[in-house]
């Protein structure tokens, strides 16, 4: 069997195509990352110089009470001489002015706010404190069923839970009396004439 090998022109065409574009494609992707490494560098270099030119500047403004004193110019410097500055007006030694509304004793709602998150807080340590101590109470239970020997039933463990329900009696009362002043600070709010929001 002879076979026949005949030159196909179009399939080199193809190939030479599909090879050209291989090569085009490597060759745009490598000028398009020296580009951008370039034009990194330049970035860079001008943030640079910026960084550089704004700390050799210094400010020729003069601030006073809030209130910006133009840069004397060089004719003017020459005429009159420097202004002094008025000394700062001093404030009260005492909390600082509320700015915004107040209750019927002055307190604003940064105060009010803080009292309540305070309380919050105060609760939620409160009854933390309870659950810890209902799951040692519960475990100590388990450990008396669980021993055999009546030593360590009786003279052990018996003391133990005692001694831990009376921490979580104890525990219940706070968690009552801070749940109590979260209900005191409300009351005590609205008869002060707060905003209502502030108990938030």
Known sequence: MKRNF?????????????????????????????????????????????????????SKAVYTNGVAIPPPSASSASKAPPATAAPPAKKPEGAPAPTGPTDNKGRDEKYWRAAFQKARDDVKRTEDKVQLLDLKIKDLNMQLLRQSDVYNREYRIGPEITAAQAELDAARKQAEQARQKITDLEEELRRSGGLPGWAR
């Open 6 to 58: 005949r030159f196909n022109s179009s399939r080199l065409r193809r190939s030479l195509r599909i090879s050209d574009f291989g090569f085009g494609a490597t060759l745009v992707a490598l000028l398009i990352s020296f580009s951008v490494d370039l034009s990194a560098q330049t970035i860079a270099d001008a943030a640079r110089k910026e960084r550089e030119r704004q700390s050799h500047v210094q």
